[in-house]
């Protein structure tokens, strides 16, 4: 099995590289930055605003996962440009090449505005676009194309709403929405390897005592979390206490990203 992953020198291809290796699998990296190929790795350099290098790079490949992009808010000409038509080419490229799945790595932010039911259920896999910023219209866009892809062409388009991807929880906020580098593995890996999923849109987090977040796409494509953020809630919370869940920041599934400072200047 050979699958491709853009973005690959980001965060969470970093995370990913080891814990999707397999014996039987090559991992063909690509990126704008410069990579070292390792057992079982091949390295391409080159945009995923490049549709012909994409389509060159998408061939003999049995899936692909797309984490290339920007991943913070930026110019809406950026983001146009890089995660918008960037992740068109990268769909695209794999159905040109015959690849059968496509694996997204959508956002919370495509979210963002998704509030927290006040009777404590849990958020919905389907959660209707509410993106928070220019960066979560992105993954808005993202999914459309996963679905139009399924939809028309037949592909498996998983679309993964990766919330706190990092080593450890940084905030109070993060011990509802951490995702372990460990769960990032078992969620992608689940995603490659479920039975003919069709179209789906699953939240990627850990199984967090607080998590606010359906599991239920999660269950239905193999993914079972192991990590819970709950064994750093004490030195978290040492300082500030228990959250208010009417905080913005805790009251919305993009946190921050929903706050005034991501205004657009006039």
């Known amino acids: 099995m050979r699958i491709l992953m853009t973005g690959a020198a980001g965060r969470i291809g970093g995370y990913l590289r080891s814990r999707l290796a397999r014996p039987d699998r090559v991992l063909r990296l690509l990126d704008i930055a410069p ?3 390792g057992p079982s790795e091949e ?4 945009s995923v605003t490049d549709l012909d ?3 060159e790079a998408s061939r003999d490949v049995d899936a692909v996962v797309h984490l290339g992009g920007i991943p913070v808010e930026d110019r809406w000409e950026d983001i146009l440009r890089t995660n918008i038509d960037g992740t068109y080419h990268a769909i695209e490229a794999a159905r040109r090449a015959g690849v059968g799945r496509f694996i997204f790595a959508s956002s919370n932010h495509a ?3 998704l509030e927290r039911n006040p009777d404590g259920s849990k958020a919905p896999d389907s959660a209707f676009p509410a993106p928070d910023t220019y960066y979560g219209v992105s993954k808005v866009a993202g999914e459309a194309l996963a679905s139009l892809y399924h939809h028309r062409y037949g592909m498996d388009a998983l679309c993964l709403r990766i919330l706190s991807c990092r080593d450890h929880p940084d905030s109070a906020r993060e011990l509802a929405t951490w995702l372990s580098p460990d769960d990032a593995g078992r969620l992608f890996e689940a995603a490659l390897t479920a039975p003919s999923p069709g179209f789906r849109v699953v939240w990627g987090v850990s199984a967090n005592t607080r998590a606010w977040f359906s599991m239920q796409e999660a269950a239905a494509i193999g993914y079972a979390p192991q990590d819970d953020a709950e064994r750093y ?3 978290i919370l040492a300082g500030g206490g228990e959250p208010d869940p009417a905080d913005p920041l ?4 993009g946190g921050p990203f929903t706050g005034r400072s991501f205004d657009v200047d006039p």
């Not at 390295?43 to 080159?46: K, N």
């Not at 805790?250 to 599934?253: C, G, K, N, Y």
Request: hydrophobic share 70%; net charge neutral; charged share 10%.
């Open 53 to 55: 290098a994409l389509v």
């Open 43 to 46: 390295v391409l350099q080159a």
């Open 111 to 113: 979210v963002g505005f």
């Open 250 to 253: 805790h009251r919305f599934v």
């Open 233 to 235: 809630a004490g030195e």
């Open 35 to 37: 990579l070292v190929a």
